[in-house]
């Protein structure tokens, strides 16, 4: 599997300042100057928490996400992360799909690479893994198999506050679509604005790279989802960020922004039937209760004896 940039897609301006950010800039999570990359809409639950201890200080001390990105569901999956940096999620997913899944990483970004990598072995070790169960390429999101990586391979595709920072978001919802496998998700989140942006907030390179710049207005993803061939945008949670720095939020005026997560499936077209959905539980963490998005949630059904 490459693991180096690809020689068919250049960096744009806009990719450009991102790696010097995230790998120059920003040391740390204390280093942010917005609440962007918040804390999850709702605690994590507990099998969460426990994968998430697990997580070596350093890559933990470098994550940068704004949601909690774990769909049901992943025992034995193949999973792949865009813009994982330094591997955070990639390594509580890791420990989550177990010893017969996989988890790919990709990033552009070399300096989060390099610590997300260094550390494979310990958290291998940490698992009580034979053999890794994880692995790390560089590239972009915006050419997934340029990078070497397979059309219809992954079952889950997940990013953490990420697809806001690239400048062509339909292109990097397009090359997920292209590398999922049929009836396989995109499970995410990101930042979202109640209004297409003004130049002047796009063009401010601090803006962008606390993830704010770049916000897609909500209906737009609804508008380019489509287009690319998902299903309808599912809203799973959502919480407003804060900007404390008096000057950011000068240029930023009247916009608002929230951090959601939403889950879009590659599915088959044309079948609208209407149908009887019954949860018959089982799901780790969420064995009587299934949260399916915010308008959904299922119940275990109990038949009568």
Not at 126 to 145: H, M, R
Not at 147 to 164: M, P, Q, R, T, Y
Not at 247 to 257: P, R, S, T
Request: net charge negative; glycine share 8%; hydrophobic share 35%.
């Amino acid at each position: 599997m490459a693991q180096n940039s690809q020689k068919g897609f250049s960096d744009s301006s806009v990719h450009v300042d991102v790696k010097d950010y995230y790998g120059k800039r920003l040391q740390k999570t204390s280093d942010l100057k917005t609440g962007a990359c918040v804390a999850p809409a709702h605690p994590p639950p507990t099998f969460v928490r426990e994968a998430l201890k697990k997580v070596h200080p350093e890559v933990t001390a470098k994550y940068y996400g704004c949601g909690l990105v774990v769909p049901e569901c992943l025992e034995g999956c193949k999973i792949l992360d865009l813009g994982c940096g330094s591997g955070r999620d990639c390594y509580m997913l890791s420990l989550l799909v177990g010893e017969k899944g996989h988890v790919t990483g990709i990033d552009m970004t070399e300096a989060q690479l390099e610590v997300a990598r260094k550390h494979t072995d310990y958290h291998m070790k940490e698992f009580g893994y034979k053999k890794p169960n994880v692995s790390f390429v560089q590239g972009y999101i915006e050419a997934l198999t340029e990078a070497g990586l397979e059309k219809n391979a992954f079952d889950i595709i997940i990013s953490n506050c990420v697809v806001n920072l690239s400048p062509d978001k339909k292109q990097v919802l397009a090359e997920a679509y292209s590398v999922l496998k049929d009836g396989g998700e995109l499970y995410f989140s990101d930042i979202y604005s109640n209004g297409r942006l003004t130049e002047e907030i796009k063009n401010h390179k601090v803006l962008w790279g606390e993830c704010l710049g770049g916000a897609l207005w909500w209906k737009d993803l609804l508008q380019l989802a489509e287009e690319v061939g998902f299903s309808q945008p599912r809203l799973v949670t959502a919480s407003i960020p804060t900007v404390d720095d008096k000057e950011l939020q000068d240029i930023l005026g009247d916009f608002k922004f929230v951090s959601a997560t939403y889950r879009l499936f590659k599915v088959p077209k044309g079948n609208n039937r209407t149908c009887q959905v019954m949860y018959n539980g089982g799901i780790t963490g969420a064995q009587d209760v299934f949260h399916f998005d915010c308008q959904y949630t299922f119940k275990v059904c109990v038949y009568p004896a």
